[in-house]
């Protein structure tokens, strides 16, 4: 692994399934049974292809693509959620993914639990976790009255908003950020930003978001996807981002 290195891809391939009752109807699932093999095989489909990508210590970097081209894909292979079928991943650090909404969240556990559950999955101790607990709450701007309920009480704004607090809290020294500046409002938004920029001073970041003008105001690099595959690499310079 290059020592600059805390990501690394490479020649990765990622196939999916697709199975049964979502593309199938149930007649078509009875043929297919009694088919052969090739033609089950029609049902899997490459999301990745061939994807070679690097995270360099202190980078922050944004991958920028249309719906379903592989962008959580990506971050979900270099947070161990899920395996490639073909290539070789290298990870250098602690990860702190913040993919799907509520990341990681259990509906059943209160806010307060899910910081505790949450940021040791994110390698934090418990006293760590406690010590921090106010100042997440707090970045949070989540209603007192709602921190010791379960948070299938919560809406997806206040569970991206607990699960953004709590990964930016975290020891991890890789973020992953998936489109969370889709959720909230404007106010929120304008908040993750400045937090985004604050953590590039100590972090490696992978930025997801559709929100092109924050992401050339924040990341180094932007890597185009498209259906699966990188198309292009940019490189934004420094003086070219408006602050
Ligand atoms: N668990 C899964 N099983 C089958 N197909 C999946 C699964 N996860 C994602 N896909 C498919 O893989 C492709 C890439 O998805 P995704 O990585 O979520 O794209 P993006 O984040 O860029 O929108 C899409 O076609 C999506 O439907
Ligand atoms: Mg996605």
């Keep these: 692994m290059d020592k600059e290195n805390l990501v690394e891809l490479k020649n990765i391939w990622k196939k999916y399934k697709i199975i049964g009752k979502f593309k199938k109807s149930l007649r078509e699932s009875i043929s297919s049974f009694f088919k052969e093999k090739e033609e089950i095989e029609d049902d899997e489909f490459w999301a990745l292809e061939d994807i070679n990508l690097t995270l360099k210590k202190g980078e922050c ?38 993919i799907s909404l509520g990341a990681g969240f259990h509906n059943d556990l209160t806010g307060r639990e899910n910081i505790l559950t949450n940021g040791s999955i994110l390698g934090m101790s418990i006293k760590e976790i406690k010590e921090k607990e106010e100042s997440i709450i707090e970045f949070s701007e989540l209603d007192r009255k709602f921190i010791d309920m379960p948070v299938r009480k919560y809406s997806t704004g206040m569970n991206t908003r607990l699960g953004f607090s709590v990964a930016v809290h975290s020891t991890a020294e890789i973020i992953l950020l998936d489109e969370i500046l889709a959720v909230g409002d404007e106010k929120f938004r304008e908040k993750c930003h400045e937090k985004i920029k604050e953590l590039k001073e100590t972090k490696s970041i992978i930025l997801v ?8 105001s924040i990341v180094d690099r932007i890597v185009y996807i498209k259906k699966g595959k990188i198309v292009e690499e940019e490189e934004i310079k420094k003086e070219s981002r408006q602050n």
């Design 61 to 98: 970097i944004s991958i920028y693509g249309p719906n379903g081209s592989g962008k959580t894909t990506i971050l979900k292979l270099i947070s161990s959620i899920t395996y490639p079928t073909k290539g070789e991943i290298n990870i250098k650090g602690k990860v702190a993914p913040l």
């Design 209 to 216: 978001s559709h929100h092109m003008d924050i992401v050339r």
